[in-house]
Nanobody, 128 residues
Framework: QVQLVESGGGLVQAGGSLRLSCAAS????????LGWYRQAPGRQRELVAS???????NYADSMKGRFTISRNNAKNTVHLQMNSLKPEDTAVYYC??????????????????????WGKGTLVTVSS
């Protein structure tokens, strides 16, 4: 019903920049919160940044000042601008959507989906 597709991952040198994008598709009316999580091998998945439909942002402490999250409500896209990348930023980055409202079967009334959604992830590798 709802799909999230990430893009923009790749290999960059330490100190470089990368911009991740995520596009949500489906019969979506609105998304309350969009976020980015990451998971490195042997580590637990962690929040990188999130942003609400009202553009309230939340960042993990280690990302503050380096990463910037943004979204386009009309396009249902979310982006993560990553600057001053470090080797420890290497991970699979996942797009996440919470508080998703979809159109009902008649498409004249939105309804809360009752679940959150994850993308497949995009790999970011930072070399030194």
């Amino acid at each position: 019903q709802v799909q999230l597709v990430e893009s923009g991952g790749g290999l960059v040198q330490a100190g470089g920049s990368l911009r991740l994008s995520c596009a949500a598709s489906g019969n979506i009316f609105s998304i309350d919160r969009l976020g980015w999580y990451r998971q490195a091998p042997g580590r637990q998945r962690e929040l990188v940044a999130s942003i609400t439909s009202g553009f309230i942002t939340n960042y993990a402490d280690s990302m503050k000042g380096r990463f910037t999250i943004s979204r386009n409500n009309a396009k249902n896209t979310v982006h993560l601008q990553m600057n001053s990348l470090k080797p420890e930023d290497t991970a699979v980055y996942y797009c996440h959507a919470d508080g998703v409202y979809v159109f009902g079967p008649v498409n004249d009334r939105p309804d809360y989906s009752g679940m959150d959604y994850w993308g497949k992830g995009t790999l970011v590798t930072v070399s030194s």
